[in-house]
């Protein structure tokens, strides 16, 4: 399975998180309908950690701009912190 092995060995940096949850969903899928040799299982449980990798980093960079803009709304309302000088 060369476009198997191809895409195993893609860079994920580039996906966005729609894409990489795509991708994902269907590492899972194939996964888990078996009938794939556990050399070419491996490297789809292997391109699926790189991709679940992803998916969280995006979520936690989402997580920090919340917490940023609640921070910051926060301030302005007065009811926050005071921000340092």
Same mark, same amino acid.
């Given at each position: 399975?060369? @476009? #198997?092995? /191809?895409?195993?060995?893609?860079? &994920?940096?580039?996906?966005?998180?729609? #894409?990489?949850?795509? !991708?994902?969903?269907?590492?899972? !899928?194939?996964? &888990?309908?078996?009938? /794939?040799?556990? &050399?070419?299982? +491996?490297?789809?449980?292997?391109?699926? !950690?790189? +991709?679940?990798?992803?998916? #969280?980093?995006?979520? @936690?960079?989402?997580?920090?701009?919340?917490? /940023?803009?609640?921070?910051?709304? @926060? /301030?302005?309302?007065?009811?926050?912190?005071?921000?340092?000088?």
């Amino acid at each position: 399975m060369t @476009d #198997q092995k /191809t895409s195993a060995t893609g860079s &994920e940096e580039g996906l966005s998180y729609e #894409q990489a949850r795509a !991708e994902l969903a269907s590492v899972v !899928e194939r996964l &888990e309908a078996g009938g /794939t040799s556990l &050399e070419d299982s +491996l490297a789809l449980w292997e391109r699926g !950690e790189r +991709l679940a990798a992803v998916c #969280q980093r995006w979520l @936690d960079g989402a997580r920090e701009r919340i917490e /940023t803009a609640r921070r910051e709304r @926060d /301030t302005a309302a007065g009811n926050g912190p005071e921000p340092a000088a």
